[in-house]
Every structure is written in structure tokens, then in C-alpha cells.
């Protein structure tokens, strides 16, 4: 648990490293999860180490949202009075990509199974 | 030996404990909601302890900054929780053979549907310019979202709220669209989850699947990436388009 904890802030620590010396647009963590990746793919094999830790932190991911929630509501002003086109834009797009996504890889593997 | 409660209240409302116990509590009050519902998309524990936690704050008269200062010990874990994203994505990619055409036909797909679709409601319900920028990269985790959002002159703090609620209608109403598109295999909905609703979505696949959960948090670095690349040339076409 506690390698596992080290390996991870330190792929995180790598991917900030990463980020600030190329000035990169991409976030620290998301570098962090591409460095362990690789080693991942490249080692061929998973420590169980790893797995159990990995699991038990995301199996909680959602938790890990609520502080930034709160703070969604603590600055709901930044909507200002542009409130309804925000929301009605934000339940649109977001409805239409969630169907357009599932939809087109869907129809797609399915049309690959049929042909094999 | 009889404390004054205001001083121990002073010293509570200030204190980690106070704000990483709430938050605690809230969540799992959260969940036991939607556990009690029959697992209910519609009640998602995030939004559950959020809305507790506001009317918390509310009444105690506490601030944002002074929770937050106490919650960011839970925030901060979202950056190794992040990187262990590789651990669902690496065992995804070690079984998968073949597919990997089809992933980024939907992943560019979905991507540009989710900034198009986002920029195009928004200018129908007119919109400002700054806020139709500040929503197109809507759907990625909040630190790109932002960046995007600041580079094609956008709001990055709206964006960041944006994002956020972004997250939590896609947990909220994205099973039930996938239920009634009916689309109905896990790869599919994982990933399409992940495209729409980046981390809180992936969160929910996460718990209900594990294989939807494997493609949610592929999907998140994915279009995280496709979006960064997408956006900018979206935009100038749009200026071009505007411009002539």
C-alpha cells in the first residue's frame, strides 16, 4: 500500500516535472498516468501491489469530487445572468455527446464482429 | 472546566477535521441514498453530498476558502487517483487485440459532438462570445478544459465550473440516455461516459462495471488529448467562417 502510494505521487511528481519544463498545456497527473502506462506495458505485468492499492483509490473517485463541487456552488455567480443558456448548453451537449459516443462505437464493433 | 462552546467552535470551524469529516459524512450519506434508491443515476452521491455540504456552510456562515482549506487533503488525492488510471487502462490494453480504429472513430466523434454541440445550444440560447468559448471545451478533466478555454479566449473560471457540472449531469442523465438509445454493451457505455463526463463520469462506470470503467478512464486521457487538438482548429474554422 505504501510502495504503491510512493509509485503513484511519484509518477504524478514526474508528470509535473514533465508539465512545467516543456511548458506543456497538459496537467501533471494525466502525464503521471501516460509514465506509469508505459512502464506498465512495458513490464508486460501488473504488481498485485499496485492493482489492490489502484483499486481502492478508485473505487472512491467519486468522493474525490465533492470539494470541487462545493466549490461549483460557492462561485455559481460566475454564471451570472447567462444562467439558462449555460445549464440548457451544458444538459444538451452533454446528452447528445453521451449518445453519439456509445452510438458510433457501438454500431462500429458490432459491424466488425459481423464481418469476422 | 467548562469550555466556552464559542471558543471550541472557533477552533472546530477552522480546524482539517472539521471539513474532511463533513465531507466524509455527506458522501456517505450520498451513497446510502443511492444505494436505498436502487443504485437511481438521478441521485448521484457527489451532487447529494455537495448540495448537504452547501447548506452546511450556509448555516454555520462558514466560507468556501476556510472548508476548502480543510477538504483540499481530499482534493489532492484526485492527482494520484488520476494516475492510477494506468493500472485499468494497461490491463484494458493487454486483452485488447483489435479495436483500436473503431476507439478513435468515437473518440474524435464524440469529442467534436461534445464542443460543437456545447458551442451551437449555447449561441441559439445567445450566449456571449466569452461564454460560448468558456463552455466549448466542456468535457475534459478541468485543468485542460482550462487551458483550452484561456488560449481560444474564453472564461477559465467559468470553464472550471463549468467542467464540473459537466460531470455531474453526465453521471446523473448519461445511463439512462444510454439505456434508452439502447446501447447496451460496457465498452460502449464506459467509453462514452468517459468522452462526455471525464472523471465523475468515469467514477460512476467505475463502480457499476469494470469493464465500462476500464474504457471510461481510457476515454478520459484520450479525449483530454483530442480536445486539446480538436478545439484550437475548430476555432479558427470558426473565425474563418465568421470572418468571411
Known amino acids: 500500500m505504501l510502495i504503491a502510494l510512493t509509485q503513484l505521487l511519484f509518477c504524478q511528481l514526474m508528470g509535473e516535472v514533465i508539465a512545467r519544463a516543456f511548458d506543456l498545456a497538459i496537467p501533471g497527473p494525466v502525464i503521471g498516468m501516460s509514465l506509469l502506462l508505459v ?3 512495458y513490464r508486460q505485468s501488473i504488481p ?13 473517485l467519486s468522493l474525490l469530487f465533492v470539494p470541487a463541487g462545493v466549490g461549483v456552488v460557492a462561485h455559481l455567480t460566475v454564471l451570472g445572468n447567462e444562467w439558462q443558456a449555460i445549464i440548457g448548453s451544458l444538459i444538451g451537449s452533454t446528452v447528445i455527446t453521451v449518445l453519439v459516443t456509445g452510438w458510433v462505437l457501438q454500431r462500429l464493433h458490432r459491424g466488425a464482429s459481423h464481418e469476422s | 472546566m467548562n469550555p466556552d462552546f464559542g471558543e471550541v ?7 482539517p477535521l472539521t471539513a474532511l469529516t463533513t465531507t466524509l459524512v455527506a458522501y456517505l450519506m450520498g451513497d446510502w441514498i443511492y444505494q436505498k434508491s436502487g443504485k437511481m443515476p438521478i441521485l448521484n452521491p457527489v451532487l447529494i453530498a455537495v448540495i448537504v455540504i452547501t447548506i452546511g456552510l ?29 493500472i485499468p487502462v494497461a490491463r484494458l490494453l493487454r486483452t485488447m ?3 483500436f480504429g473503431t476507439l478513435a472513430v468515437a473518440l474524435v466523434l464524440g469529442s467534436a459532438t461534445a464542443a460543437i454541440s456545447a458551442v451551437f445550444i449555447a449561441e441559439l440560447l445567445q450566449a456571449s462570445e466569452q461564454t460560448v468559448l468558456s463552455l466549448a471545451p466542456k468535457s475534459v478533466t478541468t485543468p485542460i478544459a482550462m487551458g483550452i478555454a484561456e488560449r481560444i479566449g474564453g472564461l477559465p473560471s467559468l470553464t472550471a465550473v463549468c467542467v464540473i457540472m459537466t460531470g455531474i449531469i453526465g453521471a446523473m442523465l448519461g445511463p439512462y440516455v444510454l439505456n434508452l438509445a439502447r446501447i447496451t454493451s460496457w465498452d460502449a457505455r464506459g467509453f462514452a461516459m468517459g468522452v462526455a ?6 467514477a460512476r462506470a467505475i463502480q457499476i462495471n469494470q469493464e465500462a470503467g476500464a474504457f471510461a478512464s481510457l476515454a478520459i ?5 483530442a480536445t486539446a487538438t480538436l478545439i484550437p482548429i475548430l476555432y479558427s474554422l470558426w473565425q474563418w467562417w465568421g470572418g468571411s
Request: hydrophobic residues 45%; glycine residues 14%; proline residues 2%.
Open chain 1, 39 to 41: 512502464a506498465l506495458l
Open chain 2, 197 to 202: 463526463a471525464h472523471g465523475i463520469g468515469t
Open chain 1, 48 to 60: 498485485e501491489h499496485l492493482e489492490t492499492t489502484a483499486e481502492g483509490i478508485l473505487s472512491h
Open chain 2, 9 to 15: 467552535w472557533v477552533y472546530l470551524s477552522a480546524s
Open chain 2, 221 to 225: 486521457g484520450l479525449n483530454g488529448l
Open chain 2, 58 to 86: 450556509t448555516v454555520t456562515g462558514i466560507d468556501y476558502w476556510t472548508y476548502f482549506e480543510g477538504a483540499q487533503f481530499v482534493h489532492f488525492l484526485l492527482g494520484p487517483a488520476t494516475v492510477a488510471l494506468a
Open chain 2, 97 to 99: 487485440r483489435s479495436g
